[in-house]
């Protein structure tokens, strides 16, 4: 990171330009390749049966679209224009979140918004650009293919999580900064699982150990094919399940990667409390994540009678949780439908769609927690979030309001538009 560091900031931008044009490239390979209904439009994907040969030129980021072109008869009239400005857009989105992030301190609480706060914030806002900019490019592919499809594939979500499991126990700080008070003198601390609350050593022990394990093995069952069949009874609903998941392909590679996370989880906890700090913070923020999307699903599917959120929000979510911890995760998860409620309208409007995918608005709700991190957070909700166990009683009584309101629109739709 020093090597990188030291350069001029005008050959940083070019570097991140440049990288970034890659990794948009990479996005539209994810879009077009990795979807459930893929389409060969990606020069790095195979090529339709009926294009023209593809040349070296068109892998070139932003000027290959030009010449695809030449494929308009095959994939309509203005295919390569969108994912020639989703390259675009994640270059100069990685240079603007680079600059943001390092050279402004926007990130930073107002106190210590200063040349001398920014500078020794450096090193660490070096490394939450990284994960950010990661995340960012996994939420372009997720966005993009949830409007093409509205599903979420799991290729995108489930290495964003790994990955952001795996950074979470390095010695570097990948977590947001929060506006703290050592005694009656504020400061900041990274955003471990504790804040806004004072850190309890039992989550050094196998307290701790028993919830990171119980985390990991939920989100590895989550990801297998969980359908129940109750027409002949629960006993052979529980054998049909289980038959279920021991005949899908994907299962022993799950049940692999179940193992050996157990292994690493365990491991982590034993050698190291800073590693296990950091592990612990990221698989918290991948429960209340994902758990906060799926609770929201099961309540509204069951009280509109049909499925309200697709699955591929939930492990979106997870993954979100797990790169920025479950305090910006919620901030993201309440913006999302503030965020999203114009441009549903307006698209409901033109196009009469009442199916909205909702992965795109938790990306772009995201992307707003993150920017307006100091405001949010460290300014008006972390005051919310002191109350302690009263919020959760609060934020319980949401969703069953939630619920409520959602049976009363449905048979409100039923009697008028029947």
């Given at each position: 990171m020093a090597l990188f560091t030291n350069l001029p900031l005008e050959i940083r931008y070019t570097i991140l330009m440049v990288g970034g044009l890659m990794a948009g490239a990479f996005a539209n390979y994810l879009i077009y390749s990795w979807a459930y209904f893929p389409r060969h439009i990606s020069p790095w994907a195979p090529a339709h049966e009926k294009s023209p040969a593809r040349k070296a030129t068109d892998r070139i980021p932003v000027?290959?679209?030009?010449?695809?072109?030449?494929e308009t008869?095959?994939?309509?009239?203005?295919?390569?224009?969108?994912?020639?400005?989703?390259?675009?857009?994640?270059?100069?989105?990685?240079?603007?979140?680079?600059?943001?992030?390092?050279?402004?301190?926007g990130l930073l609480p107002e106190g210590v918004r200063n040349p001398k706060g920014i500078n020794l914030f450096s090193d660490w806002a070096h490394s939450l650009f990284a994960v950010h900019a990661m995340l960012f490019v996994l939420m372009v592919a997720a966005t993009f293919i949830?409007?093409?499809?509205?599903?979420?594939?799991?290729?995108?979500?489930?290495?964003?999580?790994?990955?952001?499991?795996?950074?979470?126990?390095?010695?570097?700080?990948?977590?947001?900064?929060?506006?703290?008070?050592?005694?009656?003198q504020p400061g900041i601390a990274e955003t471990s699982f504790n804040i806004p609350w004072e850190f309890n050593p039992q989550w050094l022990t196998t307290s701790g150990l028993a919830v990171g394990l119980a985390v990991w093995t939920t989100w590895c069952f989550a990801l297998t094919d969980r359908r129940v069949i109750l027409r002949r009874g629960l006993i052979k609903a529980i054998g049909y399940f289980v038959h279920g998941i021991a005949r899908n392909p994907t299962s022993k590679w799950l049940g692999l990667m179940w193992a050996l996370g157990l292994i690493a989880v365990t491991v982590t906890w034993w050698i190291s409390d800073d590693a296990w700090r950091g592990l612990f913070t990221s698989l918290i923020g991948l429960a209340v994540g994902?758990?906060?999307?799926?609770?929201?699903?099961?309540?509204?599917?069951?009280?509109?009678?049909?499925?309200?959120?697709?699955?591929?929000?939930?492990?979106?979510?997870a993954m979100i949780g797990a790169v920025v911890g479950w305090q910006c995760a919620i901030t993201a998860f309440f913006?999302?439908?503030?965020?999203?409620?114009?441009?549903?309208?307006?698209?409901?409007?033109?196009?009469?769609?009442?199916?909205?995918?909702?992965?795109?608005?938790l990306c772009a709700g995201t992307a707003v927690a993150v920017i307006g991190w100091d405001k949010l957070w460290n300014q008006t909700l972390t005051h919310y979030v002191e109350l302690g166990a009263l919020i959760f009683w609060v934020l319980i009584a949401a969703l069953v309001g939630m619920g409520a309101m959602l049976v009363i629109w449905r048979q409100i739709k039923i009697r008028l538009f029947a």
């Open positions: 000027i290959g679209w030009l010449g695809m072109q030449r008869n095959l994939h309509g009239r203005r295919f390569w224009i969108r994912p020639m400005l989703v390259e675009l857009g994640v270059a100069t989105g990685l240079v603007g979140l680079y600059w943001f992030e390092t050279q402004t301190g949830d409007f093409d499809e509205q599903t979420i594939p799991d290729i995108i979500t489930l290495p964003g999580t790994l990955l952001a499991l795996c950074a979470s126990v390095f010695p570097w700080r990948t977590f947001l900064p929060a506006a703290v008070f050592w005694g009656d994902g758990g906060t999307v799926w609770a929201v699903r099961i309540v509204a599917s069951s009280a509109m009678n049909q499925e309200a959120m697709g699955f591929g929000d939930v492990t979106l979510m913006l999302a439908p503030f965020v999203a409620i114009l441009i549903v309208l307006v698209q409901f409007a033109v196009t009469r769609e009442p199916a909205v995918p909702f992965g795109p608005y």
